[in-house]
């Protein structure tokens, strides 16, 4: 594909220059480069915001087949070019092909969904308490909606929050993360020869301090959608506040897996290695705390640790990978810390904690598996987005889903067990906004809600038909006959 790196802001129709650039790095390879490319200005992102709030009311208005049309479109597209695009998307980001392509494809599938939406846009008709008066009951667009989306899914979280945002009639800005802006460019240039009309949709690459602040002050935006750290979310929902502007907030999370005294473990395993190591661990769903019964404690981690031998790490598009690179230096950093702070407090290594070299010059680590950990340390409290876990013995159900509530996160969390008694209870009791059967904390379906509770998120649900809450206001219409 032949990205034009260096105009890669799209504004009112028309690709741009910005005022600077910055590399784009392949962590599997950092001798390898894919362009230079460009960061706006402020006058650029306010620029953007004027498009979009002129272009906004007309794309609202459009006859809904033709919208759906477009929408449409722009899925056709991505699933066609899901390997294609899946390599980029796994050669700037770090995570194997297989899951680049399938993040590609399931993006097609979001603007599928959402494309059916625009045609299912139905409002409610009631009768008034007092004779002779109707009432409609419809919802409107909510206007000019700023979407802030991370690095660890460049197109999947830019794709559920930007479908829904244009089903339901917004004019969208979306600025996405710097360590990932050839995905980014990619899915604009789609958009934009889908049909989408000039101002409606706006792409900003640049940093937070002028992009992401102007976007989170700006008095013209109606809604901000966000994916990110506890820390920035708590800024964008201080900015937002003065304003009234709605805010959406997907952060944090610190999720468990508990393993019953009656779980296969063949089950526990292939769930751990999913939820814990895939993606290097980078995913808000990635199960980091492993909660183990006593009884089946031992058997478990022998089967776990022979299973993670097995797994094979390097170069994103090398066949038989199974664990690329972390993201960048500073990621990789991090989580070295994080085995060394695992250490200073007393946990064991079992496996893993090292940066590896296999064969290429990049940010690799090996998946790390400690043992002999306590809830209350910083390493089962604080999200490390490592491919790092660590496991807790509990010594009954009760006790486990205790240990799964305790922490200021709640995003999902999961058992694997083969009892209805454990299931059931488990489903009831875990403080979280998803929760997991005999399957990996990571995955989820998009024609459903996805959020958490706690800290790990703020406002509405993303996903599926109640990502319209967000993205739509409601009207209420009365009528009276003469």
């Given at each position: ?182 995905s980014a460019v990619a899915l604009a240039d789609i958009i934009h020869r889908a049909g989408v009309p000039a101002g409606v949709f706006n792409l900003l690459l640049g940093s937070g301090a002028e ?237 459903v809600p996805f959020g958490g509770r706690k800290s790990s998120s703020f406002g509405p649900r993303e996903q599926g038909l109640y990502a319209r809450d967000f993205y739509t206001v409601v009207k209420t219409a009365y009528q009276r006959a003469y």
């Amino acid at each position: 594909m032949d990205l034009n790196a260096e105009k890669s802001l799209y504004i009112d129709g028309k690709w741009q220059e910005g005022m600077t650039t910055v590399a784009n790095i392949n962590p599997s390879n950092i001798s390898e480069s894919l362009g230079n490319f460009a960061q706006a200005s402020g006058a650029q992102v306010r620029d953007a915001i004027a498009s979009a709030k002129r272009a906004q009311p007309s794309w609202e208005k459009m006859p809904m087949e033709q919208k759906q049309r477009i929408l449409y479109t722009i899925g056709d597209e991505l699933i066609a070019r899901c390997d294609e695009l899946g390599r980029l998307l796994s050669s700037e980001e770090g995570k194997p092909f297989a899951e680049g392509r399938g993040e590609v494809y399931r993006s097609g599938q979001f603007f599928h969904y959402y494309a059916a939406e625009v045609l299912r846009q139905m409002g409610d008709i009631a009768d008034s308490v007092r004779p002779n008066v109707t009432v409609e009951v419809t919802r409107e667009a909510v206007g000019v909606v700023a979407i802030i989306s991370p690095w660890n899914f460049p197109t999947a979280t830019a794709s559920w929050k930007i479908a829904p945002a244009l089903a339901f009639g917004n004019s969208v800005i979306w600025k996405p993360a710097n360590l990932t802006p050839a995905s980014a460019v990619a899915l604009a240039d789609i958009i934009h020869r889908a049909g989408v009309p000039a101002g409606v949709f706006n792409l900003l690459l640049g940093s937070g301090a002028e992009v992401g602040n102007t976007l989170i002050n700006s008095p013209d935006i109606d809604a901000v959608s966000f994916t990110g750290s506890v820390e920035v979310g708590r800024q964008v929902a201080a900015a937002t506040a003065p304003n009234f502007v709605r805010c959406q907030l997907e952060m944090g999370s610190k999720n468990a897996l508990v393993i019953s005294d009656d779980a296969d473990l063949s089950i526990a395993v292939e769930a751990t290695i999913a939820g814990s190591f895939s993606g290097a661990g980078q995913k808000c769903t990635a199960s980091s705390r492993l909660i183990v019964l006593d009884s089946v404690h031992d058997a478990y981690v022998d089967a776990l640790t022979k299973r993670m031998a097995e797994l094979k790490v390097g170069h994103a598009l090398e066949d038989g990978v199974f664990m690329g690179p972390v993201v960048d230096e500073r990621q990789l950093e991090s989580n070295l810390k994080w085995v060394e702070r695992a250490k200073d407090l007393g946990a064991e290594l079992v496996t893993g904690g090292e940066r590896l070299s296999p064969g290429h010059e990049g940010y690799y680590m090996g998946p790390t598996l400690f043992i002999n950990t306590q809830n209350s340390w910083d390493i089962n409290q604080e999200e490390l987005f490592a491919p790092m876990a660590c496991v807790q013995r509990v010594g009954s159900i009760e006790e486990a889903i205790e240990t799964v509530n305790e922490t200021r996160f709640g995003l999902t969390a999961g058992i694997v067990t083969s009892s209805l008694r454990n299931s059931a209870l488990f489903k009831q009791q875990a403080q979280t906004g998803c929760v997991m059967v005999n399957l990996p904390t990571a995955g989820t379906d998009y024609h459903v809600p996805f959020g958490g509770r706690k800290s790990s998120s703020f406002g509405p649900r993303e996903q599926g038909l109640y990502a319209r809450d967000f993205y739509t206001v409601v009207k209420t219409a009365y009528q009276r006959a003469y």
